[in-house]
Nanobody
Framework: QVQLVESGGGLVQPGGSLTLSCVAS????????MTWYRQAPGKEREFVGG????????FYADSVKGRFTIQRDDEQKAIHLLMNSLKPEDTAIYSC????????????????WGQGTQVTVSS
């Protein structure tokens, strides 16, 4: 079993920055990828970005490419989502997930999910 806890959400103005963290606990033996998804009110869950355990390869949705960066911290069993140049359309609940990660863009590739953290981009 893997438990995931997200933190770092909040209210930020357009153009601002925010960093989300996801800390894992439990056995990571079966985990090959960790990812971030988001869901805005009235919309479907959307892939944001992910990182592989082997090689630390990163993948991003086109909507966040160049603005968001995922970093891995093996010592803390955590991943971080660095978000820059935030836009109102980035407003959503951001959830961390862990699993096989194949493929990254399919929620079914991830067995374990956190509770999510709210990000609101507004002036």
């Amino acid at each position: 079993q893997v438990q995931l806890v997200e933190s770092g959400g909040g209210l930020v103005q357009p153009g601002g920055s925010l960093t989300l963290s996801c800390v894992a606990s439990g056995s990571m033996y079966s985990i090959n990828g960790m990812t971030w998804y988001r869901q805005a009110p009235g919309k479907e869950r959307e892939f944001v970005g992910g990182i592989t355990r082997i090689g630390s390869f990163t993948f991003y949705a086109d909507s966040v490419k160049g603005r968001f960066t995922i970093q891995r911290d093996d010592e803390q069993k955590a991943i971080h989502l660095l978000m820059n140049s935030l836009k109102p359309e980035d407003t959503a609940i951001y959830s961390c997930a862990a699993g096989t990660g194949v493929p990254m863009t399919a929620p079914t590739s991830f067995t374990y999910w956190g509770q999510g953290t709210q990000v609101t981009v507004s002036s």
